[in-house]
């Protein structure tokens, strides 16, 4: 079965900082690879996406995300971050078997903004 | 306007009781899933519909019975519930072949 490891629960970071979460995967093969964030008491909202083709993908608000197959990796970045960028990110990969496939999860990274 | 819409938003139960949680998307996807996220572990999956059938079941307990009476309903039925069973509930859809899946807001549910 495929498992998603996110090894940081909790980074800060100060503001206007670049910023890297780190993301793992255990599957024999490629799965679709996702990132979520989650704002405090609210639902969670899709951030960016990899399904194929090139490895570094642009999601909202200036986050992109690479994907390395040799390192079985799909690493979270920004440039710079803001206050507002605290919340609870989470990754999720699919094994797209298409239709209603599941999302698995790792535990989530808060990030933390310091002014 | 919110596209996927779950009520109620709280809710608080006794054990041994019954709930249903309540989900509605607006966005004209065909699939739609259950989640569970509490204290003890990392969001989960529990059910999966497609086209109103049931397409993949996470859920160990016979209590959680989701109930699809609409194309854009999925609805969670948990009975006898526990304390463990406290957790927010969420619920999320896509369309057919893409994989991306959209969440909604969440019940937050308290088992006494």
């Known amino acids: 079965a495929q498992s998603v490891t996110q090894p940081d629960a909790r980074v800060t970071v100060s503001e206007g900082a670049s910023l890297q979460l780190r993301c793992k995967y255990s599957y024999s093969a490629t799965p679709y690879l996702f990132w979520y964030v989650q704002y405090p008491r609210q639902g969670l909202q899709l951030l960016l996406k990899y399904y194929s083709g090139d490895p570094v993908v642009q999601g909202v608000n200036g986050f992109e995300a690479e994907f390395s197959k040799s390192n079985s990796s799909f690493h979270l970045r920004k440039a710079s971050v803001h206050w507002s960028d605290s919340a609870v990110y989470f990754c999720?990969?699919?094994?797209?078997?298409?239709?209603?496939?599941?999302?698995?999860f790792g535990k989530g990274t808060q990030l933390i903004i310091q002014p | 306007d919110p596209k996927i819409i779950q009520k109620p938003k709280y809710l608080v139960a006794v054990t041994g009781s019954e709930k249903i949680l309540i989900c509605e998307q607006y966005?004209?996807?065909?699939?739609m899933y259950w989640y569970r996220q509490s204290a003890k572990k990392p969001l989960e999956f529990m059910f999966s519909y497609s086209y109103q059938k049931l397409m993949d079941n996470q859920t160990a307990s016979s209590r959680f019975q989701p109930q699809s009476s609409k194309k854009n309903h999925l609805d969670l039925q948990i009975t006898a519930l526990k304390p463990d069973d406290s957790a927010t509930y969420f619920c999320a859809s896509s369309q057919d072949r893409e994989y991306e899946q959209y969440f909604g807001p969440g019940t937050r549910l308290t088992v006494l």
């Open positions: 966005l004209g996807h065909n699939a």
């Open positions: 999720a990969v699919s094994i797209g078997a298409g239709g209603a496939d599941r999302l698995t």
